[in-house]
């Protein structure tokens, strides 16, 4: 499949709700609009919280859903019941790997401490040329601005790259999260 008609877009998010209805409707929204415009989703695997938020709205878009799910995490985050394939691996770290290895770019909504580490994975696998997939942070109502204030403040002390920068970018919402990745899969 073509990668600029049918994308694999792989979504990274929290295994929570969040405190505001909009973390779930901007989850929703994402899933939706992946599965509007012909894209395929990859993401953990999990039903609980935002990720079976979004892995829904996908599948009910009519789109495919790919989980990759590892085995300890099953019963903690079982994959949804339905529509989506599901593919049990070993550990974490075949996880990142399968997640990165099969999408063709990463959109992050807002999550935990997880979600960050999936987040620094692929920036930093981006950084080192391992991939050259663009990331965007769904920055609902300004929860990422802090992170990227870490990142900026890392690089303007010396310890990243300005290229860094240009690795990822923030959207407001799901429609513009789509619209950057339509932008940076265009030849
Ligand atoms: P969270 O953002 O903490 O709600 O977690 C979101 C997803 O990240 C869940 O599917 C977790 O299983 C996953 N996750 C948590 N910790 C890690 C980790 N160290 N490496 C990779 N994925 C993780």
Redesign the pocket.
Known sequence: MDKITHPAICV?????FGTDPIYRETARALGAGIAAMGARMVF???SP?L?GEVAKAAREGGTSVEGIL?SF?RD??PPLAEGETTQIVDD??V??QMMIDRSDAFIVLP????????FF?VLTAAQLRVHAKHIVLVNVMGYFDALDALVRDTVKKGFASEAVLTLYSLADDAPAALAQVRKALAP
């Open positions: 990274f998010c929290g295994a929570s953990g695997g999990g919280g990720m590892p995490l903690v985050e974490l770290f996880r990142k999550g935990g401490l997880g979600t960050y580490d999936e994975e």
